[in-house]
């Protein structure tokens, strides 16, 4: 009896604190609940900031923290021509960086993404045999020096060769300098690789680029905006290719194609041909002029013929002046002995 009355008494304890417990627990599920609520909201609400975001801001936010200096290479980032190329580049990731002794105590520079390692490697490799190569033909009278970006993007591209739009797709390289009076030192020059381009080209394909663009650099404060087309890109071809064992018909396919079928223009390639559909056979007719002129006439007449060519905006009467003063010879005579030496070779 008494330990039933005390059972009795003890239940609406009992109950009470289940009771109890209860409430507490609906009470902390309840808050567990608007917690939930509250950070569901919050988090929603700053994607939809994020989207709202002008698109020049989202860049900077998504952009990697800035390289360090050990990632880089101590006398790597130091090098003040890396400063502009770290603001465009370090947004799309971490970069490498290597130093490359060039050219009578030069040092250049290959820079890209550990992405582009492969081509990093590549021209590394390649830089300076690339810049002697060019000072075998131009001469001395230039940096020695230069430095090569990989871009990892169509974005990137543009933006390193400081282009206002996209470039088309068949560019694999391409050089730029700041503005500059023409005879003085250019400065901020670079090569710039499209991110495609060891895809496109072989190390051999790339090495020969590379002394393309290089040649650029050295000769551009001697090239005026608007040289003929002909004489600067001839000249860069005839650099890259010059001593490299390659064969003619390698070299110009196209030009030996025609020649065969004598289906090639009698007259000096227009700038308006290096561009459409017929680009490639232009450029390989360039080169063949500037070839042409380096084995008839040898090659510091080539290099003499550039300066002069190169210096201006030129017309057909001056061209024909720089012709004769140079080489010695018409318009008339050189077309025709250009046009020989091509038979020579693709028959």
Known sequence: MTAHHSAEQQRPAAVGSMRRLFDWWSARRRFEFC??????????????????????????????????????????????????????????????????PTGDGQQSLVVGHSAQRIEIDILERELAGATAAVTDVWGTDWAQSALVVVASSAAEFAALVRSGTLL?????????????????????????????????LDPAGLATLLRHELTHIAARAQTADGAPLWMVEGFA????????????????????????????????????????????????????????????????????LYHRIAAAKQDRATEDRILHDVLGTTRTDFLADWHSWLNARTT
């Open 237 to 304: 071809d005839y650099t890259a290719h010059h001593d490299q064992g390659h064969r003619f018909a390698d070299i110009a396919p196209t030009v030996t194609a025609r020649a065969r079928v004598h289906d090639l223009a009698p007259d000096l390639p227009a700038d308006a041909e290096f561009s459409g559909p017929d680009a490639a056979l232009t450029y390989e007719k360039a080169w063949s002029i500037c070839a042409f002129v380096a084995e008839k006439y040898d090659r510091s007449r080539l290099v003499q």
């Open 35 to 100: 917690l939930t609520v509250s950070t569901v909201m919050l988090l929603s609400g700053t994607c939809v900031a994020l989207l709202m975001l002008p698109n020049w801001v989202l860049p900077t936010m998504r952009a990697t923290p800035p390289t360090t200096i050990d990632s880089v290479g101590q006398a790597a980032a130091t090098d003040p021509r890396l400063a502009e190329v770290r603001r465009i580049v370090e947004p799309f990731g971490p970069i490498v960086a290597r130093r490359v």
């Open 168 to 200: 088309p797709a068949e560019v694999a390289a391409a050089s730029v300098a700041d503005p500059f009076t023409p005879g003085a030192r250019p400065t901020g020059q670079r090569v710039v690789f499209s991110p495609d381009a060891g895809h496109r």
